[in-house]
């Protein structure tokens, strides 16, 4: 293993967090691309609007009445599963911080249960590519969706 990584941002397995049933779709040609690689930034079945319409039937909110940004990362292999999260919390100066560490374990998990990626298509080959959500948080509830 290389002691940097191919691309600036990508996410190596750890085995205290990640699922090893979760594989890479990649070739010695095509790695993981970043979300705007490609002809589309987002690709979700339905766009970012069935993201935040699936948020706001779970009703993810916090006790303090904090703001900032709760940022999800993580890789959509080239079936549309995805894995290899990492989550970051940042107050509203954008200094990282733990905002609130059992919101962000709720958005962890309503991320993960997102099933709607689509993966990227490039030269008649699907290929895997990273994918960020953040959450921004305004009294403690989600106010947006980013990107």
Do not use: H
């Not at 691309?7 to 979760?22: H, S």
């Not at 609007?49 to 039937?57: D, F, R, S, V």
């Not at 709607?116 to 959450?135: H, N, S």
């Amino acid at each position: 293993m290389s002691k940097y990584p191919l691309t600036v941002g990508d996410i190596e397995f750890d085995e205290k967090l990640d699922d090893p049933a979760f594989k890479r779709c990649t070739t010695e040609k095509l790695v993981n691309l970043q979300y705007y690689q490609g002809s589309k930034e987002f690709d979700y079945k339905g766009e970012k609007i069935a993201i935040t319409e699936k948020l706001e039937k779970e009703k993810i909110s916090s006790e303090t009445k904090m703001n900032g940004y709760i940022t999800v990362r993580f890789l959509v292999n080239c079936e549309g599963k995805t894995g290899l999260f990492r989550v970051q919390q940042m107050n509203a100066e954008l200094k990282e911080t733990v905002l609130d560490k059992e919101l962000g374990d709720r958005l962890l998990r309503f991320t993960k249960s997102l099933d709607g990626w689509i993966p990227k298509e490039i030269k008649g080959f699907k290929v895997g590519y990273y994918q960020y959500l953040t959450y921004k948080i305004e009294n403690g509830k989600v106010s947006e969706v980013l990107p």
